[in-house]
């Protein structure tokens, strides 16, 4: 469904129409490229006093909400940093590619940031698997990198110009085992993960193991790739086990499929997953399926703190739409970004690097940024509930 835009978005997207238009046709080569969507925000630098910032997301295929909203976010802060004056008296803009959700699309569009446009800071992407493909390029490259919300922690471990600010699946792992043995009170818990996701198989790893740990137990560890459509075979051994709730650490585009299925065949229990649930076609792949189930997130949009509020009211006067936690962290990571430009004394990519990793208490609407020794940030998540078709929170959970 097309969001509206505002005005200002509108404009700048509209002198680059033409001109992205043409660069978004397929290659005539049967290498595979990456699509080029519109720049996010401003005119694609002519000259030295524009400063690029390059964003890899998935615009298409089935995670395409990812992108679009990690898409949004940015074009919100750098419209915003431009109207204050931009960094060191230029103007940014935004160059982005799509990655269609796979991970040689990415790689290829992280290598185009750099030669070609020659960006000063990449954003994203928004899974694991395709961040760590491009990390591996800004890192050799020497270009700062931050994914917004990539939460294995093998991403930033690619080097150190290779930055997050999302928590990692190690604290998320633990906040969803510990809420499952503390709030619900469960022994028995079954697992159902996509073994080809890098995302997927991290979380399951440290739920598995803190759950265990604090007591809990593992009935059963059943796997599917992403592209299945068809989970009932798996769901009917994960029955036979009599779990008190299913982990599915998977993308809504798998979840809410799940979900119905295993309603389907009497599977009752609560669903329990983490922050690749966070898209509003949860609840329409879903529907009701879904209702009753939990999920780790970045943020809430019933924290009412002004700044988080402030943040909600502007992107829905842009977009027609509540923000996700994508959004939000995308906006973090743009901000950081601008940021760290403005405090480093030039603009080559090692000043940027340093700017960045001295970075504390940097306020995010996804919360406070401070990152650690391995470029990550540390800050708390929050858990929620899907209740009524949409979204409630339950509790936050600290470091």
Not at 47 to 64: H, K, P, R, Y
Not at 304 to 323: C, L, M, N, S
């Amino acid at each position: 469904m097309r969001r509206p835009i505002a005005p200002m978005l509108l404009a700048a997207l509209t002198v680059l129409a033409a001109a992205c238009e043409k660069k978004a046709q397929p290659s005539p080569s049967s290498e595979s490229t990456p699509h080029q969507a519109a720049a996010s925000t401003g005119e694609a630098p002519a000259n030295s006093d524009t400063i690029l910032l390059g964003q890899v997301g998935s615009l298409t295929g089935s995670e395409a909400t990812f992108g679009v909203s990690a898409r949004n976010g940015i074009a919100m802060a750098v419209e915003e940093a431009n109207a204050t004056g931009g960094v060191k008296g230029k103007k940014l803009a935004v160059r982005v590619y799509d990655s269609q959700g796979k991970p040689e699309e990415a790689a290829q569009a992280a290598t185009r940031l750099i030669t070609q446009d020659k960006v000063a800071v990449i954003l994203g992407e928004a899974a694991s698997s395709n961040s760590m493909a491009m990390a591996d390029k800004a890192q050799a490259a020497g270009v700062p990198m931050i994914t917004p919300s990539s939460t294995n922690p093998a991403v930033t471990r690619k080097g150190d110009y290779i930055f997050r600010v999302c928590f990692i699946d190690p604290f998320q792992g633990y906040v969803m085992a510990k809420f499952a043995r503390d709030d619900l009170k469960l022994t028995q818990v079954a697992v159902l993960q996509d073994n080809k996701s890098a995302y997927s198989v991290g979380l399951t790893d440290v739920f598995s193991r803190k759950f265990s740990e604090m007591g809990g137990a593992i009935v059963a560890n059943e796997s599917y790739s992403k592209g299945d459509s068809d989970f009932r075979g798996q769901l009917t051994t994960i029955k036979k086990t009599k779990p008190q709730a299913l982990f599915v650490p998977g993308y809504y585009t798998d979840v809410g499929i799940i979900a119905r299925q295993a309603r389907e065949l009497g599977l009752t229990v609560p669903l329990l997953g983490g922050d690749g649930w966070e898209s509003d076609k949860l609840f329409e792949l879903g529907g009701t399926a879904i209702e009753g189930s939990y999920y780790s997130n970045h943020y809430s949009v019933d924290n009412p703190d002004p700044r988080v509020q402030e943040f909600i009211t502007k992107y829905k006067a842009a977009y027609g739409a509540v923000p996700d936690s994508v959004a939000a962290l995308a906006y973090d990571a743009a901000r950081l970004a601008i940021d760290a430009m403005k405090r480093a004394p030039d603009l080559s990519g090692a000043a940027i690097r340093d700017a960045l990793v001295a970075t504390r208490d940097f306020p995010g609407v996804a919360g406070t940024i401070n990152l650690d020794e391995n470029r990550d940030a540390v800050k708390q998540a929050v858990v929620l509930k899907v209740e009524g078709g949409k979204t409630k929170f339950v509790t936050t959970v600290k470091p």
